[in-house]
Structure formats: structure tokens, C-alpha cells
């Protein structure tokens, strides 16, 4: 049994200049996307400001 592909069939139809602008539109869509889980890993990373003196004690006596 053959099997043939016409390649005709596989090459996408880029004569349209709006298939490249919705390709570009969703990339840059998914760019924001990832940058803003980016900002909100590094925000949820930053350590809270200690409260009170914890961690501000030196001891002197040596």
C-alpha cells in the first residue's frame, strides 16, 4: 500500500498579510501572558519585612 502527500496540500495559504498579523497578535499575546506569571513569581518571592526586632539582636557579650 502507498501512501503519497501532495505537498501542494501541507504548504499553508500565506498570500492573506492577515494570517501573519493574527500569528504575531497571538504571540505577542502569549508573551504578555508569560511575563506577567513572571512578575507574579518574582513578587511572591520577595521576602516580608521583618516585624519587630526579630533578627536585629547582636550579642555582645564574647
Do not use: C, F, R, Y
Not at 498579523?21 to 511572591?44: R, T
Amino acid at each position: 500500500m502507498a501512501i503519497t502527500i501532495s505537498s501542494a496540500n501541507l504548504q499553508p495559504n500565506m498570500s492573506h498579510g492577515a494570517v501573519g498579523v493574527k500569528v504575531a497578535q497571538i504571540a505577542k499575546d502569549q508573551q504578555k501572558i508569560e511575563g506577567d506569571i513572571a512578575m507574579q513569581l518574582i513578587n511572591a518571592a520577595v521576602p516580608e519585612a521583618p516585624v519587630g526586632n526579630t533578627g536585629h539582636n547582636i550579642n555582645t557579650t564574647a
